[in-house]
């Protein structure tokens, strides 16, 4: 299962498993999946989105998103407000350090199949996305 992996002086330490599509980080335990109790953590400080890749069938991607806090989220020391995250990348919240490690994938998770209908020429759509879409003839 994939995971972010706490390190504390160094050493790796507390393994937070990514089971969930949508995790939230924060200081507070209440309305958080991962609670981290320091002073430099916002309540509600970042949130983890595990989402279907749209390149790669039956793989997923894992996003990271600064919810406004205080002292900011980073990755690779970079302050980010959404960032994708990569194999062995650096999470920075508050004086926390996680590693990303997505080496043993999503095997609880199913991918998420998108069941659209598309218009047929000369048709037009509207879903609840807010966006139209038409098929026109390329040729």
Not at 35 to 50: G, M, N, Q, T, Y
Not at 85 to 91: C, I, N, R, S
């Amino acid at each position: 299962m994939a995971a972010l992996i706490q390190f504390a002086s160094g050493a790796p330490g507390i393994k937070y498993s990514l089971e969930k599509r949508h995790l939230t980080i924060g200081r507070v335990s209440a309305g958080n999946d991962i609670c981290l109790p320091c002073s430099f953590v916002s309540k509600h400080h970042a949130r983890i989105e595990v989402i279907s890749s749209i390149t790669t069938a039956g793989s997923f991607d894992v996003y990271v998103e600064d919810l406004g806090s205080t002292n900011h989220t980073y990755v690779n020391e970079e302050p980010i407000s959404r960032c994708k995250l990569e194999q062995g990348d650096l999470l920075r919240i508050g004086r926390n350090t996680m590693k990303f490690d997505d080496s043993e994938g999503f095997p609880n998770l199913d991918p998420v199949e998108l069941d659209l209908e598309l218009p047929t020429q000369g048709q037009s759509q509207t879903w609840n996305f807010s966006r139209r879409l038409s098929v026109i003839d390329t040729e």
